[in-house]
């Protein structure tokens, strides 16, 4: 017999699963609202980020799935918008700018990158 302080947790997980699956969302990103789930159900907040990343390495860059590489270059965009927000605040230091323009243009080269990806 099932353990009862697992039955809410499962009944979200096969919840979720379900929605998912009739609302016709990709495998991925079930996978990745799972994962989610599980890491804040379980309490370990690194899980989502932890298996997010392994998709994008493994799915993403190695199979160019399109999904995925479209969802790593949102997250890299809106990384990149918030660097240059931060690059034009006059507050930080000189130096402090120099570190946020070298983010700045890592992230515009990531993006070419995975755009490259993406349409090949």
């Known amino acids: ?44 907040d690194s899980y989502y980020e932890n298996t997010r990343e392994q998709i994008v390495a493994v799915y993403g860059l190695a199979f160019k799935d399109k999904f995925v590489l479209e969802d790593e270059l949102a997250a890299v965009k809106a990384r990149l918008e918030k660097i240059c927000a931060a690059y034009e605040n006059p507050d930080f230091t000189e130096e402090e700018h120099i570190r946020i323009g070298y983010a ?8 070419a990158r995975l755009e490259s990806l993406k349409n090949s």
Not at 18 to 44: D, R, V, W
Not at 104 to 111: A, M, S, V, W, Y
Request: aromatic share 8%; proline share 2%.
């Open 1 to 44: 017999m099932a353990d009862k302080k697992f039955f809410g947790a499962a009944q979200e997980f096969k919840v979720k699963l379900n929605e998912s699956i009739n609302a016709g969302k990709e495998p991925l990103a079930i996978i990745l609202e799972l994962a989610k789930l599980f890491g804040e159900i379980s309490g370990e």
């Open 104 to 111: 700045l243009e890592n992230h515009k080269k990531e993006i």
